[in-house]
């Protein structure tokens, strides 16, 4: 029930994340954006967690591998997003929850039936959420189901990484890899586009203009969500984790209803109920009966 709570929370958080960095793309490119929010996410974590860090302990192999699943998932999405609507990238972002369980099922976790039917709850509540009228085959659309997969293998990652490690240590090891790996292409990047005036005054504007959803994204969705998703999961199944985590959909519909004006109908509602009831049924039925 614990890990139920955290995993809520982060999906809550994630949710309103949604809001800004739609707000924070308006003035700052994507690799900037990731960039300065992950910095921040670390350094966040690096200060809360100071004893931790301070404290002398065993050598152990450092975790880049989650960083580098962050960062190329986050950049898969941002690029997709370019070339799809915004409604399709938010339901095929959740199809992870179905990735999450078939990867598991080759690493011998073996989800039951009920988790299934979760699923179905869960993925139909985001068809409906997500007003993007006729899905079809994209350029766009395949970043972002290639980011689904990445995000998938997250979630299992982490199930793997957080019994080795502690939580602020992955999740600053996490944070900074995927901040140094976005720094790193975001040179170029703003090279190709804008030339010598890659860094001018224009940029540094666009930044200050940003400056409310990077905190938001680096103190909040960064150093608060991932660090909490990593504590639940220590003792939630990451198939049932990620069904959790994916009402997320349902907080972005709230945020972008109330801070963004967007529009809410019927088939939205009806969506957010329906992943709400998925969630509702992994709480109903004891976590042995997911798990055999």
Not at 23 to 50: I, P, Q, T
């Amino acid at each position: 029930m614990y890990s139920n709570f955290l995993l809520l929370i982060t999906a809550a958080i994630w949710g309103f994340a949604f809001v800004a960095q739609r707000l924070g793309m308006e003035s700052l490119d994507a690799f900037s954006f990731n960039a300065l929010r992950f910095a921040l996410g670390a350094l966040f974590v690096r200060l809360v967690y100071y004893r931790q860090f301070k404290k002398p302990a065993q050598p152990q192999a450092f975790p880049w591998k989650l960083g580098l699943l962050l960062f190329i998932a986050a950049t898969l999405q941002q690029l997709g997003i370019i070339f799809t609507s915004a409604g399709a990238a938010g339901f095929i972002t959740g199809l992870y929850v179905v990735f999450v369980p078939i990867i598991g099922y080759f690493k011998g976790q073996k989800p039951a039936r009920v988790l299934w039917l979760a699923l179905i709850f869960a993925i139909t509540g985001m068809y409906l959420m997500n007003d993007f009228g006729e899905l079809k085959v994209s350029f766009g659309n395949l970043l972002v189901l290639l980011s689904a997969t990445i995000w998938a293998l997250h979630v299992q990652a982490i199930d793997k990484l957080a019994k080795s490690y502690s939580a602020s240590h992955l999740a600053f090891s996490q944070f900074a890899v995927a901040a140094l790996l976005s720094f790193i292409f975001m040179l170029p990047a703003r090279f190709l586009e804008h030339g010598a005036s890659a860094f001018g005054a224009a940029y540094w504007q666009g930044i200050a203009q940003a400056g409310m959803p990077i905190l938001y994204g680096g103190i909040m969705s960064a150093g608060i969500g991932y660090t909490l998703q990593i504590v639940a999961q220590r003792r939630a199944e990451p198939a049932h984790a990620a069904v959790i985590l994916s009402s997320e959909g349902v907080f972005a519909l709230i945020g972008g209803y109330f801070v963004l004006s967007e529009k809410l109908n019927a088939k939205m509602l009806i969506g957010a109920v329906l992943l709400l009831f998925a969630m509702l049924i992994l709480q109903i039925f004891p976590k042995k009966s997911l798990t055999e």
